[in-house]
């Protein structure tokens, strides 16, 4: 496994050992985390399967650093297969405070990358009786959106992005070229609309240089 030791003139440390295969069974392949800081303990522990066709499966359960009470740590599991032309990946996630489900699907179109998300978070199971009815919420949560590198339609490097979440709809133009050995000058463009509340408009834009330093032989 790998180990790594991170220590200041504080006193804090942080010692993180990591095991990608601990262990095989049932033809899971078993990998775990354990981190030790002077506030305690973490671990994760995760199991992964391939589940034929090309889909695959796996499963973490972990605790966050100083709880040791089991029926408060974070469980989260996740299928992934193809689907039609593109990927499409399911996850069911669960801690002691909130639960969620976690679809997305995306898919090479049209020269670019089409990605679709869905989500539903709320409170964890049981949580809503415990707390007696009080409003704990549940947010449904989409993204769809499509990025395209217009290296093909421009004489430069750039990249656009357009989309829409349950806030409103965005996008992003980037675009770069050198203009001189070891020089480059880069351009972002970021704008958003909000279709909710307050109709918040936002635009941003940004011109860089950036270069390298050094000695040539």
């Known amino acids: 496994g790998d180990l790594l030791l991170h220590y200041d003139s504080k006193g804090k440390y942080n010692l993180t050992l ?7 069974v049932g033809g899971a392949r078993i990998g775990a ?12 522990l995760e199991a992964r399967r391939d589940l034929g066709g090309k889909a695959q499966g796996s499963y973490s359960v972990q605790n966050s650093v100083g709880e040791y009470d089991m029926t408060k740590a974070a469980h989260s599991g996740t299928i992934t297969a193809p689907l039609g032309n ?4 399911l996850k069911l996630s669960h801690n ?9 699907f995306a898919q090479d179109l049209a020269g670019g990358q ?7 978070e709320g409170a964890a199971f049981g949580q809503e009786a415990a707390h007696k009815g009080a409003a704990l919420g549940s947010a449904l949560g989409y ?7 217009l290296d093909d339609k421009l004489p430069i490097d750039s990249r656009v992005l357009i989309g829409a979440d349950e806030l409103g709809v965005y996008g992003k133009l980037t ?15 970021r704008a958003r609309a909000e279709l909710k509340g307050k109709h918040k408009k936002e635009f941003v834009h940004s011109v860089s240089l950036s270069g390298k330093l050094g000695y040539g032989s």
């Open 33 to 44: 985390r354990v981190t030790a800081t002077n506030g305690g303990m973490a671990g994760r």
């Open 86 to 89: 593109g990927k499409a990946s």
């Open 175 to 189: 675009a770069g070229r050198d203009v001189s050995d070891g020089v480059r000058a880069s351009y972002e463009a």
């Open 18 to 24: 990591v095991k990608e295969l601990l262990a095989e």
């Open 96 to 104: 002691a405070v909130t639960s969620g489900v976690y679809g997305s």
């Open 143 to 149: 993204n769809a959106s499509f990025s395209r590198s």
């Open 114 to 120: 089409l990605d679709l998300r869905l989500s539903r």
